[in-house]
Each structure stands twice: as structure tokens, then as C-alpha cells.
């Protein structure tokens, strides 16, 4: 079949280079790719939200199967668009509808889905500029940290941890007035602080049954310790360590059984990815967040950890046979370190050479902020590439990361040097 996978990203590359290893995967396509999927794929210059564009690719390129990579085009409700153009309807998309993808779009929404169907999560209350003063009364009653969430899309940044409570005052005030993450913080949502240690489970659903992908856990922070700002991500290890059978038996139970049920009786249309962030609070999962696509950069630990053919996967997701797939998963180790661009999550410079490609061979090297220029390959974006490699232990795969970027090199590189301290 031709498949066509949408985004630019890490996450894209590896989609892209676990499709491209299937015997049913005719033609790939990439819209707008990177110089990651160059190399194995057709990129095409369209942006991901670029409906009628992605039309017309799909209908030139007779293709069969669409992947939807980041969450914007899934909230502005690209799925819906395929359902109702006639042309495109019969083509599946894997992505949940637009309905369905408001539990990443609007984290009021999740919230609001998890205490109907009895999801373990943290205690919150919701705030406009309007009603900002009685957003200060709750955060008086609170004990630091106190944690702020934009209600929309921030990029992964709309989340704020802070000790004291006169500073979160002054942001719960700089992200409602202020308007500090524009439309996506006009409502903010403050939790209640939960003391634990995180950990992403990943879920496949059409609609009706599920499966469950190996657990991953990102480190989010900029610098070493899990100190500074937060990122995309900075490096990623499946599986966790301390996700003990027991543990993941009571996620599976307390979380995935509720979620995947919740959305049939809320008729919420899901077929895809459910990434579901969790935190370890004794022996106990709670839910921090709901994703409605794969994460980046845990899909680079957790695909190529994957093996069973993912065209396959697709094809039963899209046609509700799920549960007559059967997923093998490696039982090595995989870890993946983020190299990013000086300056990164703050301002940066893009079209920086990266040199050393061609002498990877223990890792395997995802591209996600480089392009192709002049015949070289240049960083484009803060997250440039993700090194991911096999070990028997998570500790024997991180030391063959860090033997491999040792190989590579651009203008004012920085990656963490900690990845898989904590465990």
C-alpha cells in the first residue's frame, strides 16, 4: 500500500523508517519530512495543517493509508476532513477524530473525562481571567509546588512548576491577562502537586479493542538533574525499570480499561495512538496527561523496540481487527539521546553542518530538526537528532548513545549527559 506519514520530526523519521521495513509498504511518503526521511521516503513540502494540500497529495498519490504524526492537525480535525470529502473516505487515518482529540487539545477536557470514568489523577480546578482572584484563593489552599497548566496546545511548554506562591500568583496572572501562551492559556488549570517518578505508557486502539506498546520514560529537562527549562524531551529509555508486572497490571486495569471504555460511552471515534503520562505515586499510577499521538522521543525507544509489522498493525487498526494482532516486542533495551541546538528551548541558530553521519554503525541515528542543503545535512530546529541504541541493559545501551555522539558533530551541539540517572 502507500503510505503517507505526517510530520517532520523524530518521531516521523522512525514512523518512516518502521514502515519502510514492510513488504506491504509500497510507496512512503513524508509531508514535510526532514533529511532523516530523505534518505528512505518521498518528501513532500506540505504543512501538516495544510488540508487541501494533503488532498491533493493523497488523491495524486493514490494513497491508501495516512499517519498522523503531531497533535495539531489531529485537534483541528484533519480525520474528520478525510470522513467527509468523498474523495478521501475510503483512505484510513490513523489519528483520533476531533472530538476524541480534545483530551491533548484541552486539558480541562481530560480532566473532566478522567473523573467521569474514575481515571486516577491529581485534584484540580479550572480559571479564566475572569474569576483570576478566586484562581489565587485555590492556590492559597494548595501546598508547593503548585502546578499550572495552560488549557491548549503550548508546545509542550504551557506547564508550570513553581515553589513559592507568590511567584504563582504572578504567572497564574501572566497566563490569563497577560495572555504568556496566547489563546492556549485563556483558561489555565492548576493540579494539585503529585510526588513521584513518571512514566509513559502507550496504548493502540480501533476503536473498540487495545493493545499496549513497551513503557518509556522521557527526561524533559533542559539540563543535567532534571534541572532548567523544560523541553520536547532530551533522551528516552524503554522499558522503565521499576514498571514491575504488578505495577503495569494496575495500569492496565485502573487506566487503560477505563480509557478505552470511557470513550466508547462518551462516543468519542478513536483509532491510534493514546500516549498516556503517568506518575508512580507509591505503588499507585495516577494520570498527569493524555497525548492523542505518540511522543517524541519515546516513539524512538519504543518502534524500534516493535516487532511486528507496523503496516500490518495499521491496516488492523483501521480495519477494527485489532485483537487478531499478536505484538512481539524485543526484549533488549532501547535508549535514545537528544542532541539539540545551543540555546535550545531558548532562542538558537538554525544551518549548522552536521558531520560524522556516515560513521554511526552501533546506533541508529533519527533525524528531527535537520534538512538537507547543498548536499549537506544542517540543523533546522532545537531537537536536531536522536541517537537510539540496543543493549541487553538500559545501562549497556546508553553508554552505546553516548559512544556514537562522540562520532558526531555541529556548531554549539549540547545534549544531556545523564540520561537513565535516576533509575
Known amino acids: 500500500m502507500n503510505i503517507l506519514v505526517l510530520g517532520s520530526g523524530g518521531r516521523e523519521h522512525t514512523f518512516a523508517w518502521k514502515l519502510a521495513q514492510s513488504d506491504r509498504c509500497k510507496a512512503l511518503f513524508v509531508a514535510p519530512g526532514n533529511s532523516g526521511t530523505q534518505s528512505i521516503a518521498t518528501n513532500l513540502n506540505i504543512g501538516v495543517t495544510d488540508f487541501e494540500a494533503i488532498k491533493s497529495a493523497v488523491l495524486e498519490h493514490k494513497i491508501d493509508l495516512v499517519v498522523v504524526g503531531p497533535e495539531d492537525p489531529l485537534v483541528q480535525g484533519i480525520h474528520d476532513f478525510f470522513l467527509e470529502d468523498e474523495a478521501l473516505k475510503n483512505v484510513a487515518v490513523i489519528g483520533p477524530q476531533k472530538a476524541a482529540a480534545e483530551l491533548e487539545g484541552s486539558k480541562e477536557f481530560a480532566k473532566e473525562f478522567m473523573m467521569r470514568h474514575n481515571i486516577p489523577t491529581a485534584a484540580y480546578e479550572s480559571f479564566t481571567k475572569e474569576n483570576v482572584e478566586q484562581g489565587y484563593k485555590f492556590l492559597e489552599t494548595l501546598s508547593p509546588p503548585y502546578v499550572l497548566k495552560a488549557d491548549g496546545l503550548a508546545a509542550g511548554k504551557g506547564v508550570l512548576i513553581l515553589n513559592d506562591l507568590q511567584e504563582a500568583k504572578d504567572e497564574l496572572k501572566s497566563m490569563l491577562v497577560d495572555a504568556k501562551f496566547g489563546d492556549a492559556s485563556t483558561k489555565v488549570v492548576i493540579e494539585e502537586f503529585l510526588d513521584g517518578i513518571e512514566l509513559s505508557c502507550f496504548v493502540l486502539t480501533d476503536g473498540k479493542d487495545y493493545k499496549i506498546l513497551p513503557t518509556a520514560k522521557d527526561y524533559k529537562r533542559i539540563g543535567e538533574g532534571d534541572t532548567g527549562l523544560n523541553t520536547g524531551g532530551m533522551g528516552a529509555v524503554s522499558p522503565v ?84 494482532v499478536t505484538i ?76 556514537s555522539i562522540e562520532k558526531l558533530h555541529f556548531d554549539k551541539m549540547n545534549y544531556r549527559k545523564d540520561i537513565g540517572f535516576d533509575l
Open 241 to 324: 525499570p521499576f514498571a514491575t508486572k504488578e505495577f503495569l497490571d494496575k495500569i492496565e486495569n485502573q487506566v487503560v480499561k477505563p480509557t478505552v471504555e470511557g470513550l466508547k460511552k462518551d462516543n468519542l471515534p478513536y483509532v491510534g495512538f493514546i500516549f498516556i503520562g503517568l506518575i508512580k505515586v507509591g505503588d499507585d499510577p495516577k494520570v498527569i496527561e493524555y497525548n492523542v499521538r505518540m511522543g517524541d522521543p519515546e516513539t524512538e525507544v519504543v518502534l524500534p523496540r516493535l516487532k511486528t509489522d507496523l503496516v500490518t498493525v495499521f491496516e488492523a487498526m483501521a480495519n477494527q481487527t485489532l485483537s487478531e
Open 328 to 403: 512481539d516486542i524485543d526484549e533488549r533495551a532501547a535508549t535514545t539521546i537528544m542532541l539539540v541546538s545551543g540555546g535550545y528551548p531558548e532562542a538558537y541558530e538554525k544551518g549548522k553542518e552536521i558531520t560524522g553521519l556516515e560513521t554511526i554503525s552501533d546506533s541508529i541515528v533519527f533525524h528531527a530538526g535537520a534538512i538537507e542543503k547543498d548536499g549537506k545535512v544542517v540543523t533546522y530546529g532545537g531537537r536536531v537528532m536522536a541517537i537510539t541504541s540496543y543493549g541487553n541493559t538500559y545501562p549497556e545501551a546508553i553508554k552505546k548513545s553516548y559512544q
